[in-house]
């Protein structure tokens, strides 16, 4: 079974705070994902990556970045954090395309809190 | 118009009855599609996919999908209350793309 993990369940931080948000995956995936989940806005691409040290925008990449510095772990940073990026952040992974129906599978999620 | 539609609900069914979630989708250059689950406060869980026109069954659960009309949906056969959840339709074009989703209320 494919496991994704995310570094914690529930984290809060405080305005201004630099985040961290790590995530790791054990299938050998070449893609990972970082999405938010919001209340009816369902979830939002931020960042992806197809291979080591590669990363392509989403669709709302602002106060965001990412690290891939090897292919298991996809790192996710708010630079400067703010009360709008209170949200379920979620990690994902999926095999190489064109070998694959580009199934997506999800870590727990973190809970982020910002004050 | 959304790229990936789907009726928010929530769609109470009683146990033992068949569930239906729809979705339709904008772009006709769609490859494949995906049904996950997820409950309250987790994250999505991934049911099944499907690709070709038709039906695709998995245990209770049946995809269909219809490319000339754009749409791809989900039966469950005897509801049960543990189905309750949201359901989200996703849909394969050069990334996935994600519906709002659709919650599943199943009543004893």
């Known amino acids: 079974d494919v496991k994704v993990t995310q570094s914690s369940r529930y984290l809060v931080k405080r305005t201004g705070e630099k985040v961290f948000l790590e995530c790791v995956q054990d299938m050998d995936h070449e893609n990972m994902f970082w999405y938010r989940q919001d209340p009816g806005l369902g979830l939002r691409l931020i960042y992806f990556s197809y291979d080591v040290k590669m990363k392509e925008k989403g669709d709302i990449p602002e106060g965001y970045s990412v690290s891939r510095e090897k292919k298991e772990r996809f790192s996710l940073i708010l630079e400067s954090a703010s009360t709008n990026q209170t949200s379920m952040y979620l990690c994902a992974s999926s095999p190489l395309r064109g070998y694959s129906y580009n199934e997506q599978f999800f870590g727990p999620g973190t809970r982020l809190t910002v004050l | 118009q959304k790229e990936v539609e789907q009726n928010s609900g929530p769609l109470s069914v009683p146990e033992g009855a068949i569930a239906s979630l729809n979705c339709t989708y904008s772009d006709r250059g769609s490859q494949s599609f995906f049904w996950y689950r997820q409950y309250s406060g987790k994250s999505p869980e991934l049911i099944m996919f499907?690709?070709?026109?038709g039906d695709k069954e998995d245990g209770r659960f049946t995809a269909q999908l219809n490319k000339a009309s754009q749409y791809v949906s989900l039966l469950i056969r005897d509801s049960q209350p543990s189905d309750s959840a949201t359901y989200l339709c996703?849909?394969?074009?050069?990334?996935?793309?994600f519906g709002t989703g659709t919650r599943l209320q199943v009543f004893p």
């Open positions: 499907i690709y070709s026109n």
């Open positions: 996703a849909v394969n074009t050069d990334k996935l793309i």
